[in-house]
């Protein structure tokens, strides 16, 4: 796994976390699943120290998803106290890719029906401020969250947290997970949502 952070302009120890499993199952190339959530949070954390949260915004980049949930696991199981005191909020993107070929839908599902509104906001506003993401439809809802990728540790526990995916690919998990699936510009656009969400987060904490 991978760890890094954009420091707080306070001391406080709570933070925001981003984070994707940079990992693939072994007949994959794993440009859907998952390398479109691990560029995603690299991008983020790249644009994001440029700015100046007043929490500290964290980023990581999980191993062993496939294998079932084991790097983010691991670090829950080092670092439990922690989360459960400074852990404001956990986003998890797996697979935040809208192959076009399949439709224009993504889904944010979130276990805090008090942040649904705060997304369908930011959602807005980025596609008011960039026309050529009209065509997107990002639905945000409730969903409990305490299965299926690494943001079920934080959901099981009673932290919240969401979970970011694009129109899904009917090629994970083979050998025709290709980069010829990949949209950059669904990319983009969930990134900008993510990020404002959690620079929010950061801010109003």
């Known amino acids: 796994m ?8 306070d001391s ?9 499993h940079m990992d693939t199952v072994y007949n994959a190339d794993g440009a859907v699943d998952n390398t479109s959530g691990t560029v995603t949070v690299l991008e983020m954390a790249r644009n ?16 062993g998803e496939e294998e079932g949930l084991f790097g983010s696991g691991a670090y829950w199981d080092a670092h ?6 400074n852990c404001i909020y956990y986003e998890n993107l797996d697979m935040p890719n809208i192959d076009t070929m399949r439709g224009y ?15 369908e906001a930011i959602r807005d506003k980025v596609i008011d401020q960039e026309p050529r993401f009209d065509k997107y439809n990002i639905t945000v809802d409730y969903s409990e969250l305490r299965f299926g990728s690494d943001q079920a540790h934080w959901a ?17 998990h083979t050998y025709m997970d290709t980069i010829d ?5 669904s990319l983009e656009l969930f990134g900008m949502i993510i990020a404002s969400h959690a620079f929010y987060l950061a801010k109003m904490d």
């Open 181 to 185: 699936h990949i949209n950059p510009e």
């Open 156 to 172: 099981a526990n009673g932290k919240r947290t969401c979970f970011v995916g694009g129109s899904g690919s009917w090629e994970y």
């Open 12 to 20: 406080s120890p709570r933070y925001v976390m981003l984070g994707a």
């Open 80 to 85: 439990e106290d922690d989360i459960m005191r």
């Open 48 to 63: 994001m120290v440029k700015e100046k949260p007043r929490r500290t915004i964290r980023f990581a980049l999980w191993s």
């Open 105 to 119: 839908n993504g889904w944010i599902g979130t276990n805090d029906n008090g942040t649904i509104e705060h997304y």
């Open 2 to 9: 991978v760890i890094g952070d954009v420091k707080g302009s």
